[in-house]
Every structure is written in structure tokens, then in C-alpha cells.
């Protein structure tokens, strides 16, 4: 009997170092996203905002809003300082064009990369490889509340399957890259979130992978995730029937009369609503921030003669135009990107006041 309680013990102590973690340089402490809730709540003014915004973004993906969707702002955010004056001139064109454009500003926190790169605020607020994600989560939610109390309603990108938990209450309209388009985990993520979801179509253009996830979202799924109070838990969602493709352009672009047509022939096969969101930046600006000024124009005038299948723009706007590289020691020029080039906003006002003329031209078809 001794023998194998002997054998037990030295079971249960085996030193698995050699086969688990042999990657893992480090292990650090992760804020539990119900603590950082509570340091940085909403407040009742931005609860209202935020609920009245998901509402209306969705009364125009039902149809039963005809104003145009703008998702505008950054390619990132690095800069609170800037993010907050981009914020407070985009809000007063917001007003301005209120009847017929539904603004929400584009507050981007983590970035793909095809390679190796900065991988945006949250992960790397301070721009130096240092990686203080818990700084990183404190300092966007600030910013969110801090851009919503303006009562600008925001969008972000959903990357990571952990961060929602920290930031999601705050988001009013979120996207799923064309990168992740095609991920169960993005998809299942997606049916459960409280805000409407644009899927991007694939990279190589295809808009059945978004149409595929636009149908996934809707239904409800079981899967493994973090509860706000930081433990392990098994999710169950309900769907999220706010759901819509994002055109941003493949091989080709496909922003024009004749590709918006033929996303609506798939989503229409699919069972879906013909609505799509067009991006005026990546493929279909060719990566050419300048270019988005054209895509707009090509859309405007299509609305204008009375288009209704387009529902909503993306467009890369910061307060100057370009991108600037992110350098050691090098000082960085203020409301200038760090990722893809963007127009500025001598660019970005004459864009906007364009697509609303055409929202109300619509109107009067």
C-alpha cells in the first residue's frame, strides 16, 4: 500500500516544465474587467447616448431609418489629446448633418498586423514595446467615456475575444475585420454583443464569407469565454440580428453601382436585407488615403439617384492628412496616423457635407 501512495505523490508532482508553457516567456496579472468597470463607470447620460444610438444605427439597417451610416475617424487611436480634438469637431458636423447622416466616430484600439507591428493602444499604449495592457484597457475606456459624455456615439473594431468584456457597453456599432471575417470564434463573439455588427467581406473580396457571418451572428451559440469578474465560463448568446456586410474591396474594388449590385444578389440568395456598408479606405481606395475622397463621391452619386442599398460609410479621417512613422525617440507630429494614411479634416468636412446633400436628394427621388 505504501508503494503506491508513493507512486500517487510522485505522479501528482511531476515536473511538467519539459511539454507545457515552453513558449511562455512571462505570466502577468490581468485587471478583471468588473473592477475596471468599476473605477470607470457610465454614467446615466452615457447609458442614454449609447442605448439611443444601437437603436437608431438599427432602425436604419431595418429600414425604417433612411439616413446614411458614417463611421469616421482614425485608422487608430494612439493619441488621447488628439482622439479628444478630432472628437469635438466631429461632433459639431455631427449636429450640423444630423438629418440625414447618423454619425459615429471610428475609435479603433487594436490593429491586425499581416506580420509584426504596433498592435494599437490597448496592447501597447505607450508606443514603446512595453506592453502594458492593463494601462492600455484603463486609458480606452477612458477615452470612450470621454468621447460618448461629448455625445459623440463611438465604434471600434473587435480583434481580441477577451477585451469586449472591457469596453463593449461603450460601443454603439462594431466591425469584424476581413481578416476574422471568416473565424467561428469572431462570429460567435458577434451574436452576443449588445451593439450591430458589420462583418467585412473576405481579403480576396468575397462578400459570401461576410454574408455566411452575417447568418451566423444571427443565431445563438454556446462557447468558452471570460465573465466580466475574470473567471472561465460557458457563454450562451442569443443572436444578434444586426448583422451587415461591409464592402471594403478584394483583388478589386468594389464600391461601385455594379458591385453593390451583386452584394445585394448574395445577400438577397442568403435571405438577407440588400443593405450594405461600403469602406471608402483599404482595397477600394487601393491604400491611397486620397483615393476615399472619390469612393465617397462614386456613393454620394449613386444615394443621389436613388440607391438605397447602401446604408452606411466608412471613411479613415484624422485631423491632418497622411501617416507618420512610429520611431524611437523620434517625436510624433500631433492628429497624425501611425497606421494606414487617412485624409484630414479639410478633407473630411467637404466628404461628409456631400453625402448628406445626397441623403436628401434621395429623399426628394
Given amino acids: 500500500m505504501q508503494s503506491t501512495a508513493d507512486e500517487l505523490l510522485q505522479q501528482a508532482t511531476l515536473d511538467t516544465t519539459r511539454i507545457d508553457d515552453v513558449r511562455i516567456a512571462a505570466v502577468r496579472a490581468l485587471v478583471s474587467p468588473a473592477l475596471l468597470l468599476e473605477e470607470l463607470p457610465v454614467t446615466p447620460e452615457v447609458e442614454a447616448l449609447i442605448e439611443r444610438s444601437r437603436h437608431a444605427i438599427g432602425a436604419v439597417l431595418q429600414g425604417t431609418d433612411d439616413r446614411l451610416i458614417a463611421v469616421v475617424g482614425p485608422c487608430s487611436i494612439h493619441d488621447h489629446d488628439a482622439a479628444i480634438a478630432y472628437a469635438r469637431r466631429l461632433k459639431a458636423l455631427a449636429d450640423e448633418l444630423g438629418d440625414a447622416l447618423l454619425v459615429v466616430m471610428r475609435v479603433y484600439f487594436e490593429k491586425p498586423r499581416t506580420t509584426v507591428g504596433w498592435k494599437g493602444y490597448i496592447n501597447d499604449p505607450r508606443l514603446d514595446g512595453s506592453f502594458r495592457i492593463n494601462?492600455?484597457?484603463?486609458?480606452?475606456?477612458?477615452?470612450?467615456?470621454?468621447?460618448?459624455?461629448?455625445?459623440?456615439?463611438?465604434?471600434?473594431?473587435?480583434?481580441?475575444?477577451?477585451?469586449?468584456?472591457?469596453?463593449?457597453?461603450?460601443?454603439?456599432?462594431?466591425?469584424?475585420?476581413?481578416?476574422?471575417?471568416?473565424?467561428?470564434?469572431?462570429?460567435?463573439?458577434?451574436?452576443?454583443?449588445?451593439?450591430?455588427?458589420?462583418?467585412?467581406?473576405?481579403?480576396?473580396?468575397?462578400v459570401q464569407i461576410a454574408a455566411d457571418a452575417v447568418l451566423a451572428a444571427r443565431a445563438s451559440h454556446s462557447f468558452i469565454g471570460m465573465t466580466k469578474m475574470g473567471t472561465a465560463a460557458i457563454f450562451e448568446t442569443r443572436g444578434n440580428p444586426h448583422g451587415h456586410v461591409i464592402l471594403r474591396g478584394g483583388k478589386t474594388p468594389n464600391y461601385d453601382a455594379q458591385h453593390v449590385a451583386a452584394a445585394g444578389a448574395v445577400l438577397r440568395k442568403a435571405g438577407l436585407r440588400e443593405q450594405v456598408m461600403v469602406d471608402c479606405s483599404h482595397a477600394n481606395s487601393a491604400k491611397q488615403h486620397r483615393r476615399q475622397i472619390d469612393v465617397a463621391a462614386d456613393l454620394a452619386a449613386q444615394i443621389e439617384a436613388g440607391e438605397r442599398r447602401i446604408t452606411g460609410v466608412m471613411v479613415e479621417s484624422h485631423l491632418h492628412e497622411g501617416r507618420q512613422d512610429l520611431k524611437p525617440g523620434q517625436p510624433l507630429q500631433s492628429g497624425v496616423s501611425i497606421t494606414d494614411a487617412c485624409i484630414g479634416w479639410h478633407d473630411t468636412e467637404p466628404l461628409l457635407r456631400g453625402l448628406a446633400q445626397a441623403v436628401r436628394a434621395r429623399r426628394k427621388a
Fill in 135 to 206: 494601462e492600455g484597457l484603463r486609458l480606452a475606456r477612458a477615452l470612450l467615456l470621454e468621447i460618448i459624455a461629448l455625445g459623440l456615439p463611438a465604434g471600434t473594431e473587435f480583434l481580441d475575444l477577451l477585451s469586449p468584456q472591457y469596453i463593449s457597453d461603450l460601443i454603439a456599432w462594431g466591425a469584424i475585420g476581413a481578416r476574422t471575417t471568416e473565424s467561428q470564434s469572431h462570429r460567435q463573439l458577434a451574436s452576443g454583443l449588445s451593439c450591430p455588427v458589420g462583418f467585412k467581406n473576405g481579403t480576396d473580396g468575397s
